[in-house]
């Protein structure tokens, strides 16, 4: 209801704009917040009750510091970041963050300087400013930590939830600058996700590698990845992964569960709307296994991403999955997506993989879909992929299984279409080696390749 309620908001006001009812206007005025700045930025007159769209965003540079957001007190505390962009439902071009002008007001800069992290002590301290800018000295061994919390947390069921879902989450940037974090350890789910970094919100990781880490989780829903759990687009920026590795993972994770659930886990993101992934690696083995799960839900599994609607570039994979549900466990509504690389997906380019997918005993699923770069292609573009996986499924029949793509999926083409993208498209991928499959073979590229409705499906 909420939703809706900013979104009739958001019409009545466009409405109003357009057939000229007066308004009054008010003034955005923008201090640099530092010392000696010599220059200045000028101010915005607005609409009251309207708000300031992204391009209207002051993106000022100063030489050594990070700009971190614009804030209505002078010291920048967290609670007073200001939100640029406007709102509207996602079937109607997506959600963006957003605060309207009711009066004269006057925003603040901060600027952030680089904190130096040498220690695990220090690496944990990042939770307690997620806006920060970070950088590794050395590599970090977290094996003291017998439990690690996440960096920064999602609070929300909901992917396209408003600024204030994402408070908790990382909005900084942390440079590994080349070294690598070891120890990780998950073996009891404190929350929804289980990562080295919970949620990043428009903030960015580069150049970090993460070595052996092992998650081992039993529960009822769980997001797990090594490195990241969900990432997002900010109304300020657009959150980037870069230049970062999973190495020798060893991902363990069982769901026992009476209700419908959404669960998955991945060797780097596990979860993203919006945002870059690019340069990256994973390699290691991933087991996941159905205990009981009998009344629906939706499941992902991937070398790289798991439910991921963001931008994939010039990535590999080299990583053994194995996915397994217990003879006694219904799947009632059950729909589950597993990819050599991804296992949803909107756009990716440059990017391999290989390895093993076992998928053993699943017979009930109401949709279960396995691609050897991508389970469900959802809208946008997949071009220049290679999988080299050796896809082994025990029950061809009741699977949609391709060479490259699993499927194209109808429902989430159709909100792709409401979004603007009118088509789907393959573009030069390839399943390179056997695919051995019980049953009839596997149709290569797409194992069942949805069509209709308001989406094109292309292959070339």
């Known amino acids: 209801m909420k939703k809706i309620i900013s979104f009739v908001t958001c019409l009545f006001l466009g409405l109003s704009t357009t057939i000229g009812l007066a308004q009054t206007q008010v003034t955005v005025t923008f201090d640099l917040n530092y010392p000696g700045a010599n220059t200045t930025i000028e101010p915005i007159t607005i609409g009251k009750g309207n708000a300031m769209s992204l391009e209207q965003k002051p993106r000022p540079i100063r030489e050594g510091y990070r700009l971190a957001g614009w804030y209505t007190d002078r010291e920048c505390r967290p609670a007073n970041r200001w939100l640029f962009g406007t709102k509207g439902m996602a079937l ?33 301290l990042i939770r307690e ?20 919390d996440p960096i920064g947390n999602y609070d929300s069921s909901y992917e396209y939830a408003d600024a204030e879902w994402w ?49 081992n989780l039993c529960g009822e829903s769980i997001y797990a990845s090594p490195l990241l759990g969900y990432m997002k687009n900010d109304a300020s920026a657009t959150p980037y992964l870069v230049n970062c590795h999973v190495t020798n993972a060893d991902i363990r994770v069982a769901i026992d569960n009476q209700n419908n659930t959404f669960s998955g886990a991945t060797a780097l993101v596990m979860a993203g709307w919006g945002g870059i ?55 009632k509504d059950v729909k589950a997506f597993i990819g050599g690389l991804q296992s949803s997906a909107s756009n990716m380019s440059d990017c391999s993989g290989r390895g093993t997918i076992n998928v053993q005993d699943h017979e009930g699923f ?42 194209f999926s109808a429902q989430y083409g159709m909100i792709g279409a409401l979004t603007g993208i009118s088509e789907t498209v393959i573009d030069n991928c390839k399943a390179v080696g056997s695919l051995p499959v019980s049953g009839n073979g596997i149709p290569d590229p797409i194992g069942s390749p949805f069509g209709g ?8």
């Open 167 to 215: 408070t908790s989450a990382f909005h900084g940037r942390i440079d590994g600058n080349g070294h690598k974090i070891t120890g990780l350890r998950i073996t009891s789910a404190t929350g929804f996700v289980s990562s080295l970094i919970g949620a990043l919100a428009g903030g960015e990781i580069y150049n970090l590698t993460v070595e052996s880490p092992y998650i």
């Open 277 to 331: 992934v690019k340069d990256c690696s994973t390699t290691g083995k991933i087991s996941f296994e159905i205990k009981n799960l009998p009344s629906g839900g939706e499941l992902y599994v991937g070398s790289l991403n798991g439910e991921c609607y963001c931008t994939t570039e010039n990535c590999q994979a080299d990583v053994d999955i194995n996915f397994s549900v217990t003879k006694n466990a219904s799947l």
């Open 92 to 124: 109607f071009g997506g959600v963006t963050d957003s605060m309207a002008v009711a009066k004269d007001l006057t925003l603040y800069a901060r600027w952030d300087q680089p904190v130096r992290i040498a220690t695990a002590e220090q690496l944990n």
């Open 366 to 407: 109401v949709n279960l879909c396995i691609g050897g770069v991508v389970g469900s292609e959802r809208y946008g573009i997949v071009k220049d992929c290679t999988s080299e996986f050796i896809i082994n499924v025990t029950d061809k029949a009741n699977a949609h299984v391709g060479g490259v793509v699993g499927e």
């Open 453 to 460: 409705g308001m989406m094109k499906y292309v292959i070339k």
């Open 129 to 148: 400013d997620l806006y920060g800018w970070y950088v590794l000295d050395n590599d970090i061994d977290l094996s003291s930590f017998t439990q690690w």
